[in-house]
């Protein structure tokens, strides 16, 4: 990994994340550029598949900083986050020590609870000085996670510290770059928010989607890609219940590549919806004619723009 310093614009920090494959706009640029330069953490918040844990990578990437990822869910607690004991290590100590016969009560006290049996989880890990510079730390799909958590978090993103009570203060030299991201399946608290710089990364338009597809996908000709990107940004507009991110048109368009496709038609659609749907309720709200009344307006506003 090489290094990569900071990048010192807005410009520099759009170009940077072009490079390492990720389309950003100028909204997003900005506010990681902030983000960066203030060394405040950032907050995402989006639909699912819109590209805010891919924002974490690329920047490690970019940077050459090693990514520390935080994947929350429900009933995640300090022992997978921060850190613990390495129990059975401990254990073996006691009866090798035992073994051995006379015992140092205090001597295997302080090695049994030294950096040794110390299992450092990411939290911890983010901590601690890396190669290339400060990691970045990626929290990723926070609002999964319950309050209480949120809360330990809230302490750890204001002094970058951790209390190990059987230890010690461990403190970050220097912080890591932090990135949060939240799926929106529940509001994250304000206290939290106030910490972060805040972002709501959208679906993006044609224009974006396109220039994605043709980094992502490079094997989709002009036509497809267009249509593809067409097809996509009008579903969007219909009342689905789960509308298709990101993602989701690029795993459509390597699809439709594999079957050699060249351009869209109405069965070709039908027959790959379930690439770009993930509920039977959508793809039955989209089969059929509602397909080639979608597919009809895509064509006829490429033909006209
Ligand atoms: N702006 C973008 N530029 C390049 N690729 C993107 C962009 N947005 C999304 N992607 C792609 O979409 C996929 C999903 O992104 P991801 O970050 O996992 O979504 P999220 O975390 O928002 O659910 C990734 O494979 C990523 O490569
Ligand atoms: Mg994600």
Not at 254 to 283: F, N
């Amino acid at each position: 990994m090489s290094v990569t310093s900071l990048p010192a614009s807005i410009d520099e920090t759009q170009a940077l994340l072009e490079r390492a494959g990720y389309v950003s706009d100028r909204a997003l640029s900005t506010v990681l550029f902030l983000s960066l330069k203030l060394g405040r953490p950032l907050f995402l918040e989006g639909e699912a598949g819109v590209g805010k844990t891919e924002i974490a990578k690329v920047l490690s990437r970019a940077l050459g900083r090693k990514l520390i990822r935080l994947q929350c869910y429900e009933g995640l607690d300090i022992a997978s986050a921060v850190y613990e004991w390495n129990y059975a290590g401990q254990m073996m100590a006691i009866r090798l020590a035992e073994a051995g016969g006379t015992v140092d009560r205090d001597a295997l006290e302080s090695d049994l609870f030294s950096e040794r049996y110390l299992v450092r989880r990411p939290l911890l890990e983010a901590l601690q000085q890396q190669e290339g510079g400060p990691p970045i730390l990626l929290i990723d799909e926070l609002d999964r996670t319950d309050e209480a958590f949120e809360a330990f978090l809230l302490e750890i993103l204001s002094d970058f510290q951790v209390t190990v009570p059987e230890f010690g203060t461990i403190r970050a030299e220097a912080p890591p770059i932090v990135i949060v991201t939240s799926n929106r399946t529940r509001e994250i608290h304000d206290a939290l928010k106030r910490r972060c710089l805040y972002h709501w990364v959208g679906y993006p338009d044609a224009g974006r989607e396109l220039a994605i597809l043709s980094r992502r996908v490079p094997g989709a000709n002009e036509r497809l890609a267009r249509e593809v990107v067409g097809f996509v940004q009008a579903i969007r507009e219909k009342e689905l219940f789960k509308a298709p991110g990101v993602a989701e048109t690029l795993d459509w368009a390597q699809a439709l590549v594999e079957l050699d496709a060249v351009a869209l038609d109405p069965a070709l659609v039908g027959d790959t919806l379930g690439v770009l749907l993930k509920y039977q309720d959508d793809i039955a709200r989209m089969a059929g004619s509602e397909t080639k009344k979608v597919l009809d307006g895509v064509r006829a506003e490429l033909t006209m723009g």
